[in-house]
């Protein structure tokens, strides 16, 4: 590293988003090799709204640019050093960063703090990645969207790929004002014109309907995933309660539809930094993949595995294709109890017998995650179902959803379901969604419930991949969330047809324990006291700590 070149250029965008009369700028701080006269590299960027904090690219300055890259921390518009407005995921960012992709590849101005022009084609070749954790990943999931030319490949890690899923459960607000919030955390304000539009973003957002809108479609890179053009190597942690697993799958899903070439990696971990926590189990197949797609070696990566992923136990684990072969949506039926002390999940088609209505009442504004414990005590606040202990193990990898139809004896109600591991000794809760009743039709339409009115919803659970072990019960718990943190909370008592209402999986393996109807033979009682992994937290001010801790590391 002491024959490193080492620069700061100033990136010009071409807009003026601060109002200042001059082009907002983009601060890059560039660490290459020092080559030969006339050679160029390739090089890595790390675009972060949180370089204001002290963060800069270290283990990626230092483990890459020995390896033949220039790295390049970015610092996003209206943060650090850089100029223009931040917005929360929108065109400003998205359009900001980009431009020193343009800068790389000779389409866009760059400046020494001197005012001497720096010319990248001198140095690099243009051919770019992007990797970063968190609103850091988020950016590269953002910026390949755009379908940029010389942007080749992008490593996101525990990324947004929608900012509406990131802060709402498909209508609720996870938190109050929270835009507000992030920028204003992540902006220096050094315009007057800038703090000014923050009211406004919040007001945009739309908190009191919770509902998804145009300027939510902005910050939705779903939208334009057919742009892509750069390879994608996606990482995640699959216990992540901050940018939820959500974001992994339905990304990955857009990856699949419009044939981008991909690799996936998930741990057991949170919201963390993986390069840190795995080592060369991380950073080999990570350099394997830049040294294709940017140096274009011939290294045998399109033959190595599509997925890699750490399973329960800790040990590792590889598949050729992500879902893995045999892997197949599953229709369960929601049951009741017919004698058992739970009700049902079951392939079989919907019980006529017993009463297919079940109704329990909310016991607080927010249900702890504790609620699944002892799955087989009588609990008036929540509805168990779980199949049969399974004879084999099976296999879940990608999103569920649930649909139920339910009426409620208010004007507004939340529903949260938990898909949950069970055994008897412990309750492991796989993943968790919470959704507003009030968005039946639409997430874009929110509407007052008519109290006895029967609704049918359907929201997706947060992504897995999962192995439920032979002699465990998959189980899927639903209680009654405060839909909206605005208002004032309203206990909810609520009915579900279960005829009409059930659970849809992505498994594999043997699902002879899941055909036999719920009256086949008795349920055990089960004591299963709750073992984690912990929900989000509550608290806004802890849950952007996590959100910059996993950027920082």
């Given at each position: 590293m002491t024959e490193a070149v080492k620069?700061?250029?100033?990136?010009?965008?071409?807009?003026?988003?601060?109002?200042?009369?001059?082009?907002?700028?983009?601060?890059?701080?560039?660490?290459?090799?020092?080559?030969?006269?006339?050679?160029?590299?390739?090089?890595?960027?790390?675009?972060?709204?949180?370089?204001?904090?002290?963060?800069?690219?270290?283990?990626?300055?230092?483990?890459?640019?020995?390896?033949?890259?220039?790295?390049?921390?970015?610092?996003?518009?209206?943060?650090?050093?850089?100029?223009?407005?931040?917005?929360?995921?929108?065109?400003?960012?998205?359009?900001?960063?980009?431009?020193?992709?343009?800068?790389?590849?000779?389409?866009?101005?760059?400046?020494?703090?001197?005012?001497?022009?720096?010319d990248a084609t001198l140095w690099t070749d243009g051919k770019t990645g992007m990797i970063g954790v968190s609103w850091d990943g988020t950016i590269a999931n953002a910026v390949a969207s755009t379908g940029v030319e010389g942007l080749k490949t992008i490593v996101p890690v525990a990324a947004i790929s929608s900012w509406y899923d990131y802060t709402r459960g498909n209508g609720i607000p996870f938190y109050e004002e929270y835009v507000k919030f992030l920028n204003d955390y992540v902006s220096h304000y050094n315009s007057q014109v800038c703090e000014d539009m923050t009211p406004t973003l919040q007001a945009k957002s739309d908190d009191p309907t919770g509902s998804y809108n145009k300027w939510w479609s902005v910050r939705d890179y779903h939208i334009d995933a057919s742009k892509l053009k750069a390879s994608v190597f996606l990482v995640h942690g699959l216990t992540d309660e901050n940018v939820k697993t959500r974001h992994f799958g339905e990304w990955w899903d857009d990856l699949v539809k419009n044939g981008v070439e991909r690799r996936l990696f998930l741990h057991q971990d949170q919201h963390v930094e993986p390069y840190?926590?795995?080592?060369?189990?991380?950073?080999?197949?990570?350099?394997?993949?830049?040294?294709?797609?940017?140096?274009?070696?011939?290294?045998?990566?399109?033959?190595?595995?599509?997925?890699?992923?750490?399973?329960?136990?800790?040990?590792?684990?590889?598949?050729?294709?992500?879902?893995?072969?045999?892997?197949?949506?599953?229709?369960?039926?929601?049951?009741?109890?017919?004698?058992?002390?739970?009700?049902?999940?079951?392939?079989?088609?919907?019980?006529?017998?017993?009463?297919?209505?079940?109704?329990?009442?909310?016991?607080?504004?927010?249900?702890?995650?504790?609620?699944?414990?002892?799955?087989?005590?009588?609990?008036?606040?929540?509805?168990?179902?779980?199949?049969?202990?399974?004879?084999?193990?099976?296999?879940?990898?990608?999103?569920?959803?649930?649909?139920?139809?339910?009426?409620?004896?208010?004007k507004a109600a939340g529903l949260q379901a938990r898909v949950v591991d069970y055994t008897n000794g412990a309750a492991y809760i796989v993943s968790r969604t919470i959704a507003d009743l009030g968005h039946h039709k639409s997430w874009k339409v929110k509407e007052d419930l008519v109290p006895g009115t029967w609704y049918e919803i359907t929201w997706e659970i947060n992504a897995d991949d999962r192995i439920f072990a032979a002699g465990h019960n998959l189980g899927l718990v639903i209680t009654a969330e405060k839909p909206n943190p605005l208002i004032a909370y309203e206990p909810v008592t609520a009915t579900v047809d279960t005829r009409n209402s059930f659970l849809t999986i992505p498994l594999s393996g043997s699902l002879k324990s899941m055909a036999s109807l719920a009256s086949a033979r008795e349920l055990a009682p089960m004591v299963a006291p709750l073992v984690g992994p912990a929900g989000p937290s509550r608290d806004v001010n802890e849950f952007i700590r996590e959100f910059f801790h996993g950027s920082k590391q």
């Open positions: 620069e700061v250029v100033n990136v010009e965008t071409g807009f003026d988003r601060d109002r200042d009369g001059k082009t907002d700028t983009i601060k890059v701080e560039i660490t290459r090799p020092n080559a030969a006269e006339g050679a160029r590299v390739p090089m890595i960027i790390h675009a972060s709204p949180y370089f204001f904090q002290g963060s800069r690219a270290a283990w990626e300055t230092d483990f890459f640019v020995p390896r033949g890259y220039a790295v390049a921390t970015v610092a996003l518009p209206g943060t650090d050093f850089s100029t223009g407005c931040a917005d929360v995921g929108g065109n400003r960012e998205v359009l900001g960063t980009k431009a020193v992709i343009d800068w790389a590849n000779g389409r866009a101005n760059g400046f020494h703090p001197d005012g001497s022009k720096a840190y926590e795995f080592g060369s189990t991380y950073s080999t197949p990570l350099l394997q993949w830049f040294d294709y797609y940017l140096q274009g070696l011939d290294n045998g990566l399109p033959n190595e595995p599509q997925a890699i992923i750490q399973r329960e136990n800790k040990s590792w684990s590889t598949d050729t294709v992500w879902p893995p072969v045999g892997t197949q949506d599953q229709k369960l039926q929601l049951t009741s109890p017919l004698g058992r002390p739970a009700g049902a999940l079951t392939t079989q088609p919907a019980n006529v017998r017993g009463d297919r209505y079940l109704t329990f009442k909310q016991s607080s504004d927010y249900s702890s995650d504790s609620i699944v414990s002892s799955p087989t005590s009588p609990r008036g606040d929540r509805l168990v179902f779980m199949t049969d202990a399974l004879a084999e193990q099976v296999r879940q990898s990608g999103t569920a959803s649930v649909t139920l139809r339910v009426k409620v004896d208010r």
